[in-house]
């Protein structure tokens, strides 16, 4: 069955540090989105991506987050300096053009120190 | 402002004592309602979709059922391995970017 694989699946950084965080799709999907979940809180909304651009990001998406797909397959998150507030899952996602619904990745918990 | 709100918080059943989830919802022309299931330490795994109200849909054990406010996630029969949280969440017509909105999700318990 087709998923979508994250990777780290764990990251511990330096505070101010850049972090990327990677995903790889499901093959056929069209849409991408980031969300995070802060321990104990519900999950939010970052930013979707469609066709090379952002069609959507959140207030939380600031100038520190950015996100790309450098090749055919992967689809990253870039966080250029780290904060302590930044610790959380961060969980990529895609959906198909035909569908609603979209499909997660396990996540990658990103932890600042 | 699209509102997602769940409840119970938290629920412990016996294994086979059925109960209902209740997701109740504020958007602006809902596009989709969708109910996840979250384990600890993982993502969303997908379990339905609703669109209108009236409609039902059932997988195993769970039957997800839907009105112009609310949705109710019907647990029949629960065993051990329906534990753990079950997040509604919904899309906007309004929105181009199909985003989900959730709730915070109801912590599933159901003990042997």
């Known amino acids: 069955e087709p998923e979508v694989t994250q990777t780290p699946s764990h990251q511990v950084t330096q505070m101010g540090q850049e972090v990327i965080l990677r995903c790889v799709p499901i093959?056929?999907?069209?849409?991408f989105y980031w969300y995070r979940q802060i321990l104990g809180q519900k999950v939010e909304f970052l930013v979707s991506?469609?066709?090379?651009?952002?069609?959507?990001k959140s207030e939380i998406f600031d100038d520190q987050f950015s996100v790309e797909r450098p090749d055919g397959s992967n689809f990253t998150l870039k966080i250029r300096s780290t904060k302590l507030e930044d610790s959380a899952m961060y969980f990529c996602a895609s959906r198909g053009q035909g569908g609603f619904e979209a499909f997660f990745g396990q996540g990658t918990r990103l932890t600042v120190v | 402002e699209d509102q997602v709100t769940q409840s119970p918080e938290a629920l412990r059943l016996q294994e086979g004592e059925s109960s209902s989830l209740n997701c109740s919802y504020t958007?602006?022309?809902?596009?989709?309602l969708f109910w996840y299931r979250q384990d600890p330490g993982k993502g969303p795994e997908f379990l339905f979709t609703?669109?209108?109200a009236g409609e039902e849909k059932e997988k195993e054990r769970l039957k997800a059922t839907l009105t112009k406010k609310e949705s109710f996630l019907h647990i029949t029969a629960p065993k051990p391995e329906d534990s753990a949280t079950y997040l509604c969440?919904?899309?906007?017509?309004?929105?181009?970017?199909?985003?989900?909105?959730f709730g915070s999700g109801t912590r599933l318990l159901v003990r042997p």
């Open positions: 093959s056929n999907h069209l849409y």
């Open positions: 958007v602006s022309g809902l596009r989709g």
């Open positions: 969440a919904v899309q906007s017509l309004e929105d181009s970017s199909y985003k989900l909105i």
């Open positions: 991506f469609y066709n090379n651009e952002i069609s959507e």
């Open positions: 609703l669109y209108s």
